[in-house]
C-alpha cells in the first residue's frame, strides 16, 4: 500500500545537509538558486574536492542565489539562512553547539566525506535533518541516509535519471527509505516546505524509529573518530566481523560492518600521517554483496 502524505503541525526540518560528488556542483547550484533568501534552516554541503588544493566552491555557490555561501570554519555557530560548504581535506560535523571542522580518517575514499557530515547531524538534531544526496558515483551518503532515517529525519536524493553520474542516487534508493526521490527544482521546493513546515510528509516520516544503545554508540563512535575525538580509535578498534580484505591507504585488516542491509568495511588499524597530522587509516567503504559499488 502506498504511503499517504500528511500534513504535519509544528515541525521544521531546520538542518539540511547535502551531498555530491561528480556533476553534483550544477546539481548543487539548482538548488541553490531557488531557494529564498529568508529561508529559516541552515545548509551544509560536501563536495568530494581534491586534498590537493584550494577550493573556489564557496564563492561559485555564492553567485547563484541569495542565501550566503561560506567556508565552514571550525567551532563556529550555525545560523539560519546560512549555507556552510565542507574546505578541501578536511570533514564538516555538526555538534548540537556548532559545527566543527576536522581532519579525520578518510571515509569512502574521501576527506570530506559525506557519510561523517550527515551522520553527525542525524546524532545531533535527529528528527530536524533533511538528507539530500546528489549526483555522484559509487555509494558516499547511503550510510548518512541510513543514520538519518533511524533518528526520525527525511531522506532525499536526486532523481537519478536528472543527475550526470547517478551511481550515489542509486545507491541510497537501494538501501534506504528514501522520502522522496525528486528532479532538482522539486527537491529544492521540498526544502522550503519541510524548513517552513508548511508541507506534506509521507505518512509515518515522523515516527522516531526506536534505535538500540549499540547503535547508538556506534553513530556516536564513528562521528569522533572522523575528528571530534580521534582518540577514540584506541578504544575501540573494531566493529563487526574479520573480512578477507586489507585496506587500501593504510594496508591494515578491515573489519565488515554490517550497517542494517549496508555492508561497509573499517580497517582495523590507523596511522598518523606525518604530512597532515592527522589520521590517515580506517577508511569506511561500502559494497553491494554482489561486488564493489
Known amino acids: ?38 529561508l529559516p534552516a541552515a545548509l551544509f554541503v560536501v563536495v568530494h574536492l581534491s586534498s590537493e588544493a584550494s577550493s573556489s566552491l564557496a564563492q561559485i555557490l555564492d553567485r547563484v542565489g541569495t542565501l550566503p555561501v561560506r567556508t565552514a570554519q571550525d567551532k563556529t555557530p550555525i545560523e539560519h539562512g546560512h549555507i556552510y560548504v565542507a574546505p578541501p581535506d578536511r570533514y564538516l560535523l555538526l555538534t548540537p553547539d556548532e559545527m566543527r571542522v576536522t581532519p579525520g580518517p578518510r571515509e569512502n575514499r574521501h576527506r570530506p566525506a559525506i557519510d561523517p557530515l550527515v551522520r553527525s547531524a542525524a546524532l545531533s538534531f535527529e528528527r530536524r535533518v533533511v538528507g539530500i544526496v546528489l549526483s555522484g558515483a559509487l555509494n558516499d551518503g547511503t550510510a548518512g541516509l541510513l543514520a538519518i532515517k533511524r533518528a526520525g529525519g527525511i531522506a532525499m536524493v536526486q532523481d537519478p535519471a536528472t543527475a550526470a553520474f547517478p551511481g550515489m542516487p542509486i545507491s541510497a534508493v537501494g538501501y534506504v527509505s528514501v522520502d522522496w526521490n525528486l528532479p532538482l527544482p522539486a527537491l529544492a521546493g521540498k526544502v522550503v516546505e519541510l524548513a517552513t513546515g508548511s508541507g506534506q510528509e509521507r505518512e509515518g516520516s515522523v515516527t522516531m524509529e526506536e534505535i538500540d544503545d549499540e547503535q547508538k554508540s556506534e553513530m556516536r563512535v564513528e562521528t569522533e573518530i572522523a575528528g571530534l575525538n580521534p582518540d577514540t580509535i584506541t578504544h575501540h578498534p573494531q566493529y563487526g566481523n574479520v573480512s578477507s580484505y586489507t585496506c587500501p591507504d593504510c594496508h591494515g585488516l578491515m573489519w565488515e560492518i554490517q550497517d542494517g542491509p549496508l555492508l561497509r568495511f573499517g580497517a582495523a588499524s590507523a596511522m598518523l600521517s606525518r604530512r597532515n597530522r592527522c589520521l590517515k587509516g580506517r577508511p569506511i567503504m561500502s559494497r553491494r554483496r554482489s561486488g564493489w559499488l
Open 1 to 38: 500500500m502506498p504511503a499517504r502524505n500528511v500534513q504535519i503541525r509544528g515541525l521544521r526540518r531546520d538542518i539540511v545537509v547535502i551531498g555530491a560528488s561528480a556533476g553534483g556542483i550544477e546539481a548543487l547550484m539548482s538548488i541553490i538558486a531557488r531557494l529564498p533568501h529568508d
